[in-house]
C-alpha cells in the first residue's frame, strides 16, 4: 500500500502582494487562521512566511512570526516549516533569523541562486494599495542569491537544533547541489525534496519537466528521498495531479497560485487544499495526518520546538 499523499499549505509567501488578491492573508491572525484552516482541511504541513500587517510587505524578523507561531502551535497538531527563503531581496542572515530563533520542526532550504523574475504578474494589475508593490514585482534584476557557502552557513546556523529540511530545487542543477552536500555528509536522509515548477528563471512546467526532475532525483537518491512538487500560478493543480498520480506528495497553498481553477481565484489555501485532496483521494490515494508526515520525514515532534524566543 502506498504512503499517504503530504500536503503542504504555502500559506502567505513572499511573491504576492495584497494588491493581487483579497484572500491573501497579511497580519498575524489572518496567517494563523489560513494556517489552522488549511490544516483542518488535510494539510499535514504549513509553510510560513510573515508579513507587515500594515503595509503588506514581506517581514522576516523572529518578531513577525511569533503570533503567528503561538497562535498555530496552540490550535493544531499540524507540522510548521519556516521559510529560510524569505524574499529574493533579503539577505542570508535576514532570511535564517526566524528559523534560528525558533528551532521549528521543518525549515524550507533553497538549492541554488537563479534569477527571479515576477515582473510577468506586473500587467495583470491596474492598481496597487501600496506604494511597494509596482516597483517590487517589476524589478527586472533580481538574482535570489543562494551560494553554497549561503547554503552551508544555514545548515551550520541550525545544526543542533533538530530542524529538518524541505529542500527547494528550481531546476536541474538544485538537485545535483543537494547530491554534493549528501556526498560531503552535510546533510542527511530522508532528503524532503520539493520540486518547483513554473516560476520564470526556474525550470518549466511541462509533464516532461516534471519527468526529468523525478527521474533525476531518482538517479541521485534512490530509496533515500521523499518527492514533493509544487506548480506555480495556474500550473498548481495540473501539477499536483501528475505529481500525486507518480506517488509523490504536493504541495499548495496562495503562496504558489491565487487560483482556484480558470478564472477562478481561491478564496483560501484551505479551498486549494480540500481540492488537491479530492484530486488525491479521486486517484485512490489519501491525505497525511501531520503524525504520519512525521513519521515519515522523521521529525522531531512538536512537542521539541521552540515556543519562547531566545533573548
Given at each position: 500500500?502506498p504512503e ?14 495584497p ?5 491573501l ?88 541562486s ?17 506604494e ?9 534584476d ?15 546556523t ?11 530545487c528550481?531546476?536541474t ?5 543537494l ?13 524532503f ?16 519537466d ?18 514533493s ?16 498520480a ?7 497553498g ?40 512525521r ?13 519562547v524566543?531566545?533573548?
Open positions: 500500500m499517504p499523499v503530504i500536503i503542504t499549505a504555502a500559506i502567505t509567501g513572499a511573491i504576492h502582494t494588491s493581487m488578491s483579497p484572500a492573508p497579511v497580519t498575524p491572525e489572518q496567517i494563523a487562521d489560513a494556517a489552522v484552516e488549511a490544516a483542518s482541511a488535510g494539510a499535514a504541513i504549513v509553510h510560513l512566511h510573515a508579513r507587515d500587517p500594515k503595509t503588506g510587505a514581506p517581514n522576516q524578523t523572529a518578531e513577525a512570526f511569533e503570533p503567528i507561531l503561538k497562535s498555530i502551535h496552540n490550535r493544531s497538531d499540524c507540522v510548521v516549516n519556516i521559510t529560510t527563503g524569505g524574499a529574493p531581496t533579503m539577505s542570508v542572515a535576514e532570511r535564517v533569523g526566524p528559523a534560528r530563533a525558533w528551532s521549528p520542526e521543518l525549515a524550507s532550504l533553497n538549492m541554488g537563479m534569477n527571479f523574475g515576477l515582473f510577468g504578474m506586473l500587467g495583470r494589475f491596474k492598481t496597487f494599495q501600496h511597494w508593490e509596482p516597483e517590487y514585482l517589476g524589478n527586472h533580481i538574482l535570489f542569491r543562494n551560494t553554497f557557502a549561503d547554503i552551508e552557513g544555514i545548515l551550520s541550525l545544526k543542533g537544533s533538530g530542524t529538518r529540511f524541505e529542500f527547494e528550481y531546476d542543477a538544485h538537485l545535483y547541489n547530491a554534493n552536500f549528501r556526498d560531503r555528509g552535510l546533510v542527511s536522509g530522508p532528503l525534496v520539493q520540486t518547483v515548477f513554473g516560476l520564470l528563471g526556474g525550470i518549466g512546467a511541462h509533464p516532461d516534471v519527468a526529468h526532475m523525478r527521474r533525476t532525483a531518482d538517479r541521485l537518491f534512490g530509496d533515500d528521498y521523499v518527492w512538487a509544487l506548480g506555480a500560478g495556474r500550473h498548481q493543480m495540473n501539477v499536483a495531479a501528475t505529481v500525486a507518480q506517488g509523490g506528495n504536493v504541495r499548495v496562495l503562496e504558489d497560485s491565487l487560483w482556484l481553477g480558470p478564472g477562478k481565484m481561491a478564496p483560501s489555501s484551505a479551498a486549494q487544499v480540500l481540492h488537491v485532496r479530492n484530486l488525491i483521494e479521486g486517484l485512490g490515494r489519501v491525505a497525511a495526518t501531520p503524525d504520519e508526515a513519521r515519515i520525514l522523521h521529525l522531531k515532534g512538536k512537542d521539541k520546538v521552540r515556543t524566543r531566545p533573548d
